[in-house]
């Protein structure tokens, strides 16, 4: 006797492949015309991210130079504890060729990559791995007479500074925004949507020291500057909201950090804008965590004294910390356990040490009108062990 046919209805089918991760969906795309449509509308883009959202499903990835060919890469680390954090995979970037790009977001699953020396900018979705790269600045470069040349030529002394990557929800669009310095400082903004740069008023104060990964929060994007003569320097955070693309000014609270006799490193916890404080001159490094909520900056936890400690890189899943070491080794460090452990990364045989960057991303289907990685672009490599030979 045959038994009946049991089909589940469609919407139930929809929520159990929401909770499915980015690669099987990708798979999933030749079951049928209607799953593959289905997983590229906006409802289920949206469940399946906020699905990783609450799961806290993050992907690690760190980003160093080669120590043998100096050419940029990111290694993808297992985000389990049991593994120790091993790498996974190397992700080579040859369309940055041989300058280190800075990693900006994640926002919805996607990052921007961009080189400062260069007109360079590319956003990556690492989960589909689709990439797509920026148009050139839209920034007039002023003609200048050369007394040598005797005739005019173009100014091509320009640097693109800090910068941040976040989320319009007013018009539903991503956006790029950095500072642009030809003899003059400018500030340019790009838009996913109409795929062109624009350029907005500049707020009369620069970015000043670094940001630990992520510097976006719901819609606005932070950076730390300062204010006041040699010796009498006072913290600020400069914003930016991507809504209405004004920037505004914050006071740092002389509590959470006196300047310059601390550092205070700008970073995302659990979702708000948070710092880092730690002193400038030190043997043994305590970290101070402080995070702000509607303008109160509240202490979350103090790390005591670990030894040989360099720079904090950031916060990875179930809030561990990861640091970099006197010997250029990467560390993590676990505030339920107070237990400090050195992971097998061989981060010391790296060019540009000092540069290493910790980046962290959810996955997403969220999608940028871009191309499939291609091998001018991206390169990955599994590796057979956590250290640099693969």
């Given at each position: 006797?045959?038994?009946?046919?049991?089909?589940?209805?469609?919407?139930?089918?929809?929520?159990?492949?929401?909770?499915?991760?980015?690669?099987?969906?990708?798979?999933?795309?030749?079951?049928?015309?209607?799953?593959?449509?289905?997983?590229?509308?906006?409802?289920?883009?949206?469940?399946?991210?906020?699905?990783?959202?609450?799961?806290?499903?993050?992907?690690?990835?760190?980003?160093?130079?080669?120590?043998?060919?100096?050419?940029?890469?990111?290694?993808?680390?297992?985000?389990?504890?049991?593994?120790?954090?091993?790498?996974?995979?190397?992700?080579?970037?040859?369309?940055?060729?041989?300058?280190?790009?800075?990693?900006?977001?994640?926002?919805?699953?996607?990052?921007?990559?961009?080189?400062?020396?260069?007109?360079?900018?590319?956003?990556?979705?690492?989960?589909?791995?689709?990439?797509?790269?920026?148009?050139?600045?839209?920034?007039?470069?002023?003609?200048?007479?050369?007394?040598?040349?005797?005739?005019?030529?173009?100014?091509?002394?320009?640097?693109?500074?800090?910068?941040?990557?976040?989320?319009?929800?007013?018009?539903?669009?991503?956006?790029?925004?950095?500072?642009?310095?030809?003899?003059?400082?400018?500030?340019?903004?790009?838009?996913?949507?109409?795929?062109?740069?624009?350029?907005?008023?500049?707020?009369?104060?620069?970015?000043?020291?670094?940001?630990?990964?992520?510097?976006?929060?719901?819609?606005?994007?932070?950076?730390?500057?300062?204010?006041?003569?040699?010796?009498?320097?006072?913290?600020?955070?400069?914003?930016?909201?991507?809504?209405?693309?004004?920037?505004?000014?914050?006071?740092?609270?002389?509590?959470?950090?006196?300047?310059?006799?601390?550092?205070?490193?700008?970073?995302?916890?659990?979702?708000?804008?948070?710092?880092?404080?730690?002193?400038?001159?030190?043997?043994?490094?305590?970290?101070?965590?402080?995070?702000?909520?509607?303008?109160?900056?509240?202490?979350?936890?103090?790390?005591?004294?670990?030894?040989?400690?360099?720079?904090?890189?950031?916060?990875?899943k179930n809030g561990d910390l990861f640091l970099r070491d006197a010997n250029d080794e990467v560390l993590v460090f676990d505030a339920s356990t107070q237990e400090l452990k050195e992971l097998e990364i061989n981060t010391y045989l790296d060019h540009h040490r000092f540069a290493i960057s910790l980046h962290t991303y959810l996955e997403s289907l969220v999608h940028i009108n871009g191309i499939q990685e291609v091998e001018k672009y991206v390169i990955r490599q599994p590796t057979r062990n956590a250290s640099n030979e693969y």
């Amino acid at each position: 006797m045959q038994r009946p046919r049991f089909e589940l209805p469609e919407a139930l089918v929809m929520e159990i492949l929401s909770m499915l991760p980015v690669k099987s969906l990708t798979r999933f795309n030749c079951v049928c015309k209607y799953w593959c449509s289905s997983f590229q509308t906006p409802h289920f883009i949206s469940k399946n991210y906020h699905n990783n959202l609450e799961n806290n499903n993050l992907n690690l990835l760190l980003s160093r130079c080669d120590g043998n060919t100096f050419q940029p890469y990111l290694s993808s680390l297992s985000n389990e504890k049991d593994q120790n954090y091993i790498v996974k995979q190397n992700i080579h970037l040859p369309f940055f060729e041989d300058d280190s790009p800075s990693v900006y977001g994640a926002c919805h699953g996607l990052l921007c990559l961009f080189d400062s020396s260069k007109d360079k900018a590319a956003i990556w979705n690492p989960s589909t791995r689709e990439f797509k790269i920026l148009p050139p600045s839209s920034i007039q470069r002023p003609p200048y007479f050369s007394p040598f040349e005797e005739t005019y030529l173009t100014l091509d002394d320009v640097s693109f500074n800090d910068a941040a990557f976040g989320f319009d929800s007013k018009t539903d669009d991503y956006k790029f925004i950095r500072f642009v310095t030809l003899t003059f400082v400018n500030i340019e903004l790009y838009s996913l949507r109409s795929n062109s740069w624009k350029e907005i008023p500049y707020p009369d104060y620069n970015p000043n020291g670094k940001t630990l990964g992520n510097n976006y929060v719901d819609g606005i994007c932070y950076w730390k500057t300062v204010t006041g003569a040699y010796l009498d320097f006072r913290g600020l955070i400069l914003s930016f909201d991507m809504r209405n693309e004004k920037f505004s000014v914050l006071p740092i609270p002389e509590f959470v950090g006196s300047f310059p006799e601390y550092y205070v490193d700008l970073l995302v916890f659990n979702g708000s804008l948070g710092a880092i404080v730690y002193p400038l001159q030190r043997i043994d490094t305590s970290f101070d965590l402080w995070v702000t909520s509607e303008g109160v900056w509240t202490k979350q936890f103090n790390i005591k004294s670990i030894p040989g400690v360099v720079h904090p890189l950031g916060f990875g899943k179930n809030g561990d910390l990861f640091l970099r070491d006197a010997n250029d080794e990467v560390l993590v460090f676990d505030a339920s356990t107070q237990e400090l452990k050195e992971l097998e990364i061989n981060t010391y045989l790296d060019h540009h040490r000092f540069a290493i960057s910790l980046h962290t991303y959810l996955e997403s289907l969220v999608h940028i009108n871009g191309i499939q990685e291609v091998e001018k672009y991206v390169i990955r490599q599994p590796t057979r062990n956590a250290s640099n030979e693969y």
